[in-house]
């Protein structure tokens, strides 16, 4: 069986960054075969619609580097993809309506700009998949009212196990169809819980360790959701409690 990490909507610079510290320990010891970057990895804040905080640092310089850090710290595992997201789409959007004229250059895209050939990541454009066995992994582009109910909503429209992020909720839904199993996942987030633009959002941290079969397929996933207790960072892996201090 191999294994792979799926982490999503760390969203920096909005990062909780005990959280990420925290996996990212975790992924080191753990060693898996596969790290994927399931979407939303990097904001691009500050070239998004919305309207922004003129007081925030957020520029894309400072996404750059710390997509380039976080990169940097999983080196060591064999097999690296970044899905993008519709935060990384924002970068394409952006080139299109303020300068279409740039949009054709070499070098101009997400994955150029933010180095992921140096990293030697494989970049997947949003809405596309990849496989763990019959299980698709993609960022997803629906949004549902409540945990698992947009997990649904994309089995229903892709037909296949699949796991997700994009609501920054954990959340699981079991199908049975002609005697066969499936099972669709959101995966949670690892940003910050209180963003500046929303008040008290129904959102919870997490991510995924899928365990695979290369030949038949077959997969298995474990959800691992992260708390807050005592001061501390706290997520359980199998039978063991992984911990630590929030600074």
Request: glycine residues 8%; charged residues 20%.
């Amino acid at each position: 069986m191999n294994t792979a990490v799926i982490v999503n909507d760390i969203q920096f610079p909005f990062e909780d960054q005990p959280v990420l510290s925290h996996v990212v320990n975790f992924i080191r010891a753990l060693s898996p075969d596969t790290v994927i970057l399931n979407g939303d990895i990097c904001d691009c804040y500050s070239i998004s619609s919305f309207v922004k905080d003129p007081m925030l640092r957020a520029d894309i310089a400072l996404e750059v580097q710390r997509a380039h850090e976080l990169m940097e710290s999983l080196h060591h595992v064999p097999e690296r993809v970044w899905i993008g997201g519709n935060h990384e789409a924002r970068l394409q959007r952006y080139l299109w309506k303020q300068a279409p004229e740039l949009a054709g250059i070499a070098g101009m895209t997400f994955q150029d700009l933010f180095r992921l050939g140096a990293h030697d990541f494989q970049w997947l454009p949003y809405g596309e998949a990849y496989h763990l066995g019959k299980l698709a992994v993609t960022h997803g582009d629906l949004v549902r009212t409540a945990s698992g109910t947009t997990a649904r909503a994309h089995f229903e429209k892709m037909g296949q196990s699949v796991l997700i992020g994009h609501t920054h909720r954990m959340g699981a839904y079991y199908k049975t169809q002609m005697g066969r199993p499936h099972v669709a996942y959101e995966n949670g987030c690892l940003c910050n819980l209180k963003p500046e633009y929303v008040k008290n959002p129904d959102w919870q941290q997490g991510f995924s360790v899928v365990h695979y079969d290369p030949k038949s397929g077959e997969f298995v996933v474990q959800q691992v959701p992260i708390f807050r207790m005592h001061g501390e960072v706290v997520f359980y892996y199998g039978s063991e409690r992984f911990a630590r201090k929030e600074n």
